[in-house]
């Protein structure tokens, strides 16, 4: 974990603090607790029997995958994130809920890390995303483009920037 600065890693994404700590607490469940409940759940659904045809069996197995596939991807995030205060001001960051005129359409989005957001149903750009490189550091009344993946260059205009307050 570092602090916010423009000379961060590349690969590294901000977070806030209660996001950092939020994931941490879900990662120690996942790969303590969690991955007994799951080691137990597999071994009582093997002694039913046959595993060809043990459905228990095969849903806590693919449960297994997720869980460790999740510890993998928490693991690496907080293991690179850079945690900050939440931004001030109207200059698009990480952690601005931005509303922009894309393509003509009007649109609200949290801009960051999709771990920022928790449990809302915000859409939400990462700053390696072609709009989120786009928008990185763009004020309100910032008319700016980006090639979409399918090389269209798209029209964005900041209607307004302001901190996420989740």
């Not at 969690?34 to 043990?54: H, M």
Request: hydrophobic fraction near 35%.
């Amino acid at each position: 974990m570092s602090t916010h600065s423009p000379e961060i890693d590349e690969n590294a994404q901000w977070l806030t603090q209660e996001a950092y700590d939020r994931l941490k607490g879900e990662l120690a469940h996942l790969s303590g607790p969690g991955r007994q409940e799951i080691v137990d759940r597999i071994e009582s659904a093997r002694e039913e029997g046959d595993l060809k045809e043990n459905g228990g069996y095969h849903a806590a197995k693919e449960e297994q995958g997720k869980a460790e596939a999740r510890i993998r991807y928490l693991s690496d995030l907080l293991e690179n994130a850079y945690v900050g205060d939440a931004p001030t001001g109207d200059t698009v960051v990480p952690g601005m809920l931005v509303e922009a005129k894309i393509a003509g359409n009007t649109m609200k989005f949290l801009f960051g890390n999709r771990e920022i957001a928790g449990d809302t149903d915000l859409e939400v750009y990462s700053e390696r995303s072609p709009i989120g490189e786009a928008i990185n550091g763009a004020k309100p009344g910032d008319k700016l483009s980006y090639s979409a993946p399918n090389g269209k260059d798209i029209a964005v205009e900041i209607v307004s920037a302001e901190p996420f307050k989740g």
